[in-house]
């Protein structure tokens, strides 16, 4: 129901935009976010963008870089990834929940989950 996309290869520095194209059931009431998971490591939250009003909520490491958003009439969600660095390098996934909250109970609460997509930076 969540599907990924826009994953590749690119050098340090670089820019990319993942999508997550929603299907099955409307989500335009779910709290929409962005996972990574890096080699070894385990998955954690990057960004996530409210229902309605918008709010944004991004990592320290990817604030300022990375900006979320969405399209509800599509039923799509956006991460833009800009000044890429090699420790960008991991398997996105997109998630959806119900509520935020705090990072923690965001990641803890969430409904549906995506299939990854890989982005690799290279140095």
């Known amino acids: 129901q969540l599907q990924a996309s826009g994953g590749g290869l690119v050098q340090a520095g670089d820019s990319l935009r993942l999508s997550c194209a929603a299907s099955?059931?409307?989500?335009?009431?779910?709290?929409m976010g962005w996972f990574r998971q890096a080699p070894g490591k385990e998955r954690e939250f990057v960004a996530a963008i409210s229902d309605y009003s918008g709010n944004t909520y991004y990592a320290d490491s990817v604030k300022g870089r990375f900006t979320i958003s969405r399209d509800d009439a599509i039923n799509t969600v956006y991460l833009q990834m800009s000044s890429l660095k090699p420790e960008d390098t991991a398997v996105y996934y997109c998630?959806?929940?119900?509520?935020?909250?705090?990072?923690?109970?965001?990641?803890?609460?969430?409904?549906?989950w995506g299939q990854g997509t890989l982005v690799t930076v290279s140095s």
């Open positions: 099955g059931r409307t989500f335009s009431r779910y709290v």
């Open positions: 998630a959806a929940g119900l509520y935020y909250g705090t990072t923690t109970y965001y990641t803890k609460s969430i409904d549906y």
